[in-house]
Each structure stands twice: as C-alpha cells, then as structure tokens.
C-alpha cells in the first residue's frame, strides 16, 4: 500500500537510508521527454534532424494520448539518435542537458530524494546515455537504471537494446538485478497513470511515496542545488517545448536578416547614430559611467578590463565609449575577425609575447579592451582574472559587463565559434548592460616598483566587477571549462 503524498515525508534521521525514484515521473516537474530529444536532435545532429523531430511530434503526442508512451518513446529515440556518433550523444549530454534538468528539478521532490544518505537509485525511461552524466555527477546517484540504446562501430543505431524501455514491469526487473533483490528503504514514484501502472519498482521499497504533479513544488532554487551548475553549452537559451521549437524554426530566417541589419548598422554608422540605429531594431544597450573613462595621459591608452559575456563586449565597450578601441583576442575566428567593426590584437598565450605587444599597443595612445578570464561564461560567475593586464598596463578602468538573449546564446564550444556573433544578434531582443567603475591610476608601474602584487590587482578587479554584477568570483579557468565540456584543456581551439 503507498503512502500519502510527499509533503508527508519525514526527512529527519534517514542518513543511512537508501532511496529508489522515478525520474521523469518524480524528480522531473514535466515528464514529458520530447524537450530533451530535441536538443539532443540540434546539437547533435544539427537543423534538418531537429526539423524533422519537430515534424514527428504530432505523432508523438497522438501516441501519448492514446496511451502508447513506449513506442512515442521508441519514435524519438530513432529519429533524434539514429546514424549520430555516440561521442556526440555523451558530449550533448555531459555539456548541455544537464542546465535544463536542473531548471526541471522539483525542490520538494529533491528534498525527500537527497534526506536519504544511503546508496540513491533513479528508474528512468530516457535512454542512460542522455541522463546519466547529470545523475551521477550533480545530483551523486549511485545508480541509473535507465534505457540501454544499440549501438554499432561507434554509432547509434536508434533502437533500444534487448531489455527494451525502462519503464513498467522491466523497470522492476532491472531495479531487482541492480539490487540483487535487496528491498530499498524509500521509494519515490509518480502518480500520472497510476502508480500500478507505471511505478511497479516501488514494490521493492519499504516506504512508497507518490509524488502528484502539484506537489512536487517550485523548480529548485539556484542556492539549493547540491553541485553549482556553473559551465553548459549550446544554442538555445529556453527548453524547446514542440511550440517553443516552431517558434524558433519560424524566427530564424528573420533573425539572420536582422543580423545582417545590426551587424551593418554597427560597421557603417558613426558611433552617436549607431546606438539609435541599434535601438530601433529591437537592441537594448544601457550604460552607467560611475567615474571617468577620459585618458589622464594622452601619451598613454587607457585599458579597460571586462568580464566576458560574449564575443561583441569589446564592440559594446567602443559603441557606449563612443569612441575606437583596440579589441584584445586569443581565439577569434577569422570570420569574428572581419566581422568586427573595431581594431584586434591577435594573442599567442606566450606570457612574455604577449605582454609586449600589449605594451605596445598601450604605447601607441590606443584604448585597449582586455577580457582576462580568458574565455565567455553564461552563469553569475567570474572566472580566475589572468594578472597580465596589470603588469603591462597605466590605467585601469574594470567595466561590469552583462549580455541577455532571449532565444540563442551567443557562445559555444563545440559549435561553429564563427558564428558567435550571428546567434546573439538573431535574438529577438538582444540586452548588454555596462557599467565603467572607478578608474585605477599607473597599476603597471605600482606593480612594477613592487607595491603591489599583479595577482592582488587582478583578484581585486575580479572582486569589484563581481559586486557591481552581483556574480560570483570562482577560481576556475578557460582550461577547466574546456575539460567540462568539451574534454580537452581547449588549446587547439
């Protein structure tokens, strides 16, 4: 017999408890998988596989509502996963998925599911390529009982594998060989169709509860989540629901017109025409100056140090400056380079290399933007802040820099880095807020004469954009993000 509902649940003195859950059914506000197999379908296997899921999710629903949810299952997994290479099934699923389920998580539901300290079970109908990086390493499940995918020489045939879809009776069955038939202190299962239906791996759990839709409570906090969530990659910002993908199918050729537009007005117009111009397509920029970003030394550029938003911060900078300014890079693709409207110096990641040819830019009386963490962040974080820029600078004036899209991210790491630039301008409405802090006089020279370490200056500037941001400071670094997403230290890229 089950047990009441989860507000019920006693979460007191279950340390050694172990726990068995649903994941769809339970930890999931939605358990609708279709979302989830359409950003597998575009970032693995690109536009016209997308398409063609989108065109099948007629079908899927019909399927659903007729109550044959396994083989609307079946349809998708074939149509999003046939013929891609399993290496890019796990890259989507390590580097993208995990923010949407995390987005997705019930913080009731995680409560009662994270009170229990013992071994943590998740029965799951999506296929365990796709849900199991993010069990296992955000939300420290010991086990995924979940859908096994055929596959052949490296690739995804589509079609389940001989245990078929985890979901009713087999659900139970490989619960039971997980476990070799040990019961489980907790069960957390869904009511939607029945718990008899639907939940029968609660019948090896000594405590069963159901988990109604309208219990599950709000999406999980930010500060609530067990491991921050602070590196994810692919293009689109919002859960592609079957509406929400017509919807961005349909904006697309717009979007790339009014790229095109932004990218003109951007590269033709004076600077006091070109914010108006920006405006009027549907671009939102607003700057705040809190001290003075006028030159104290005409011999002498000034330097402003920004967080990194997107791949445009430089061009921001120059636009809200009204004035020209000198871009510094390390991995600009060639089309970003002709693409932009300001001037750029290409780095080596040669420390003293580098450093000189920054000098010497300085020198010249040209204004240099710097962004020393290296690469883009998406989350209210700030990466580790490379000392060089105080080494080799007069002037400092850290500039909070913030970037909003509403449809598509302007980053990527395994996408096409060239069109950076082109996806955040297809935003319907594109947002960056700037603010230029109080200026910093000769940090070269204080560093230089010894009185003040280069790290200190950089962890202060760090610590003074994050504030005006309100993000967080982190020590991490481009490498690491690198090793998160893409499984390599990014060096080649």
Same mark, same amino acid.
């Given at each position: 017999?089950?047990?009441?509902?989860?507000?019920?649940?006693?979460?007191? +003195?279950?340390?050694?408890?172990?726990?068995?859950?649903?994941?769809?059914?339970?930890?999931?506000?939605?358990?609708?998988?279709?979302?989830?197999?359409?950003?597998?379908?575009?970032?693995?296997?690109?536009?016209?596989?997308?398409?063609?899921?989108?065109?099948?999710?007629?079908?899927?629903?019909?399927?659903?509502?007729?109550?044959?949810?396994?083989?609307?299952?079946?349809?998708?997994?074939?149509?999003?996963?046939?013929?891609?290479?399993?290496?890019?099934?796990?890259?989507?699923?390590?580097?993208?998925?995990?923010?949407?389920?995390?987005?997705?998580?019930?913080?009731?539901?995680?409560?009662?599911?994270?009170?229990?300290?013992?071994?943590?079970?998740?029965?799951?109908?999506?296929?365990?390529?796709?849900?199991?990086?993010?069990?296992?390493?955000?939300?420290?499940?010991?086990?995924?009982?979940?859908?096994?995918?055929?596959?052949?020489?490296?690739?995804?045939?589509?079609?389940?594998?001989?245990?078929?879809?985890?979901?009713?009776?087999?659900?139970?069955?490989?619960?039971?060989?997980?476990?070799?038939?040990?019961?489980?202190?907790?069960?957390?299962? +869904?009511?939607?169709?029945?718990?008899?239906?639907?939940?029968?791996?609660?019948?090896?759990?000594?405590?069963?509860?159901?988990?109604?839709?309208?219990?599950?409570?709000?999406?999980?906090?930010?500060?609530?989540?067990?491991?921050?969530?602070?590196?994810?990659?692919?293009?689109?910002?919002?859960?592609?629901?079957?509406?929400?993908?017509?919807?961005?199918?349909?904006?697309? =050729?717009?979007?790339?017109?009014?790229?095109?537009?932004?990218?003109?007005?951007?590269?033709?117009?004076?600077?006091?025409?070109?914010?108006?111009?920006?405006?009027?397509?549907?671009?939102?920029?607003?700057?705040?100056?809190?001290?003075?970003?006028?030159?104290? %030394?005409?011999?002498?550029?000034?330097?402003?140090?920004?967080?990194?938003?997107?791949?445009?911060?430089?061009?921001?900078?120059?636009?809200?400056?009204?004035?020209?300014?000198?871009?510094?890079?390390?991995?600009?693709?060639?089309?970003?380079?002709?693409?932009?409207?300001?001037?750029?110096?290409?780095?080596?990641?040669?420390?003293?290399?580098?450093?000189?040819?920054?000098?010497?830019?300085?020198?010249?009386?040209?204004?240099?933007?710097?962004? =020393?963490?290296?690469?883009? %962040?998406?989350?209210?974080?700030?990466?580790?802040?490379?000392?060089?820029?105080?080494?080799?600078?007069?002037?400092?004036?850290?500039?909070?820099?913030?970037?909003?899209?509403?449809?598509?991210?302007?980053?990527?790491?395994?996408?096409?880095?060239?069109?950076?630039?082109?996806?955040?301008?297809?935003?319907?409405?594109?947002?960056?807020?700037?603010?230029?802090?109080?200026?910093?006089?000769?940090?070269?020279?204080?560093?230089?004469?010894?009185?003040?370490?280069?790290?200190?200056?950089?962890?202060?500037?760090?610590?003074?954009?994050?504030?005006?941001?309100?993000?967080?400071?982190?020590?991490?670094?481009?490498?690491?993000?690198?090793?998160?997403?893409?499984?390599?230290?990014?060096?080649?890229?």
């Amino acid at each position: 017999m089950l047990s009441p509902p989860t507000p019920t649940f006693f979460h007191g +003195g279950r340390e050694s408890h172990t726990i068995a859950s649903s994941f769809e059914e339970s930890l999931l506000l939605s358990h609708s998988h279709f979302p989830y197999f359409m950003l597998l379908a575009l970032e693995a296997g690109g536009p016209l596989r997308s398409l063609l899921l989108l065109f099948a999710s007629p079908i899927v629903r019909s399927l659903e509502f007729l109550g044959h949810g396994t083989l609307a299952l079946r349809l998708m997994i074939f149509v999003s996963m046939v013929g891609l290479n399993v290496a890019d099934i796990k890259a989507v699923a390590r580097a993208t998925l995990p923010r949407f389920y995390y987005e997705n998580l019930g913080e009731r539901t995680y409560r009662a599911f994270s009170a229990c300290g013992g071994k943590r079970y998740v029965v799951a109908s999506t296929p365990s390529i796709m849900v199991e990086p993010f069990l296992r390493e955000y939300l420290g499940v010991d086990l995924v009982v979940a859908t096994g995918i055929r596959t052949f020489r490296g690739y995804c045939l589509g079609l389940v594998d001989s245990r078929g879809v985890v979901d009713g009776e087999s659900g139970l069955e490989a619960l039971r060989l997980a476990t070799d038939g040990e019961m489980v202190e907790v069960g957390l299962g +869904g009511s939607g169709g029945g718990a008899r239906e639907h939940q029968p791996f609660m019948l090896l759990c000594r405590e069963r509860y159901v988990v109604p839709s309208e219990d599950k409570g709000p999406p999980l906090q930010r500060d609530h989540r067990p491991k921050p969530l602070i590196f994810h990659d692919g293009r689109l910002v919002a859960l592609p629901t079957p509406s929400d993908a017509m919807a961005v199918f349909l904006w697309a =050729p717009v979007g790339l017109l009014l790229a095109v537009v932004r990218l003109l007005v951007g590269r033709i117009l004076p600077y006091n025409m070109g914010l108006m111009a920006a405006a009027l397509t549907g671009m939102n920029i607003r700057a705040r100056f809190r001290g003075t970003c006028h030159h104290t %030394c005409e011999a002498r550029g000034t330097m402003y140090v920004c967080a990194h938003r997107t791949l445009m911060d430089p061009v921001i900078v120059s636009a809200t400056l009204q004035r020209r300014v000198t871009a510094v890079t390390y991995s600009l693709s060639r089309v970003s380079e002709a693409l932009s409207p300001i001037l750029t110096v290409r780095l080596t990641r040669d420390r003293l290399l580098d450093g000189e040819r920054m000098k010497h830019t300085l020198a010249r009386g040209q204004d240099l933007v710097v962004c =020393p963490e290296g690469t883009t %962040c998406r989350e209210p974080y700030l990466l580790r802040f490379s000392p060089l820029f105080a080494e080799v600078a007069g002037d400092v004036v850290p500039v909070a820099i913030d970037a909003r899209g509403s449809m598509f991210y302007g980053t990527t790491v395994r996408g096409h880095k060239g069109l950076d630039s082109i996806f955040f301008l297809m935003n319907p409405w594109p947002s960056y807020t700037v603010e230029f802090l109080d200026r910093l006089v000769d940090v070269g020279g204080r560093v230089e004469r010894g009185e003040v370490p280069s790290c200190e200056v950089a962890n202060r500037v760090q610590g003074e954009i994050g504030r005006a941001l309100g993000f967080a400071g982190m020590n991490l670094t481009r490498r690491d993000k690198y090793r998160v997403l893409a499984g390599n230290d990014g060096c080649a890229s």
